[in-house]
């Protein structure tokens, strides 16, 4: 990335946090990382593929081809052959916007299910060669699959609020450049830090409010990995311990839509969950758009 954009090392230091994170290798699509996610979800679960109806893909649009449906190409894959398969685009929102949409009344039967499937390609749209590029150099590709369920489940979605601020929607943008979509950035414009903090304080304070808790009641606090500092900044403004949040900085970039539920998952394995817990995932996105999804813990 250095060489190529001529950004000195201890600049992309602060930007990606690690040495090295994954990036889809050449050959590897994103719909194939999504796959295995699912594939890993279906066996733990036990789930028949013929008791899931619908099969969402979530990200940002640009799949591993053009005019196609991963979504569809996922549930083949899987057996899954009377679901509704389709697409949500939300940049790094979708997975949770798909989660929304699904968890409203009566979008499952009792004994039915949906399975979210979270995926991109954002390391195929950077330009390393830009160094105006650079914030976006920490870019890297994974995948995750939630099962949805009318029925029990170790999770509950207890609430969702979303917001947009279309006046970003033109400071980052796709550009075609020799057969590959490359993300441009606008002229800089100061603000936008300002605008995550004002978004995300309002959005919890929205949710806070309709669930009649205060931000103490928070038991984990998880957040996309686009920025270490934003991340910090915004605990400190919500009065938020950052030891009830996930730092993955040390060893993973920003993991697109995935990086929440990493988090997620890594509270799960160090036994960090408790019953009755409530965790909020704080998601977004380019757009400009940003989400809270508050979980209660069931497991």
């Known amino acids: ?7 000195p090392l201890a600049d992309l230091a602060r930007i990606t946090h690690c040495e090295t994170f994954p990036v889809l290798a050449e050959g590897e699509d994103a719909w194939e990382l999504a796959l295995a996610a699912a594939r890993t979800v279906l066996d733990r679960s036990g789930v028949a593929p013929d008791r899931i109806r619908q099969v969402v893909y979530a990200g940002s649009g640009a799949w591993d081809r053009p005019f196609w449906s991963p979504a569809a190409k996922v549930a083949h894959a899987l057996g899954i052959e009377d679901a509704h398969c389709f697409e949500v685009t939300n940049f790094c929102n979708a997975g949770m916007t798909a989660v929304r949409l699904l968890s409203t009344a009566g979008a499952l039967d009792e004994n039915t299910y949906a399975l979210v499937l979270v995926g991109d390609r954002l390391s195929r749209m950077v330009d390393y060669r830009d160094p105006d590029s650079k914030a976006l150099f920490n870019f890297g590709d994974a995948a995750a699959a939630v099962l949805l369920g009318g029925g029990p489940s170790r999770f509950r979605v207890v609430h969702s609020a979303m917001r947009t601020d279309g006046s970003w929607a033109d400071y980052y943008a ?11 950035r606008a002229e800089h414009r100061k603000g936008l830090g300002e605008a995550y903090v004002r978004h995300f304080t309002a959005l919890v304070d929205e949710t806070v409010a309709a669930l009649g808790i205060t931000p103490g009641d928070i038991a984990h606090f998880l957040i996309n990995h686009g920025d270490r ?26 993991m697109g839509g995935a990086d929440t539920l990493i988090a997620l998952k890594d509270l799960e394995r160090g036994d960090r969950l408790r019953h009755g817990d409530l965790i909020m995932l704080a998601t977004s996105a380019m757009g400009f758009s940003w989400g809270i999804t508050t979980l209660e813990y069931l497991g």
């Open 174 to 184: 796709g550009e075609l450049t020799d057969g590959r979509v490359l993300i441009r």
């Open 229 to 254: 500092d934003m991340h910090q900044r915004l605990l400190a403004c919500l009065g938020i311990p950052a030891g009830r949040s996930v730092f993955n900085y040390d060893r993973l970039a920003h």
């Open 1 to 7: 990335m250095s060489a190529a954009s001529g950004v």
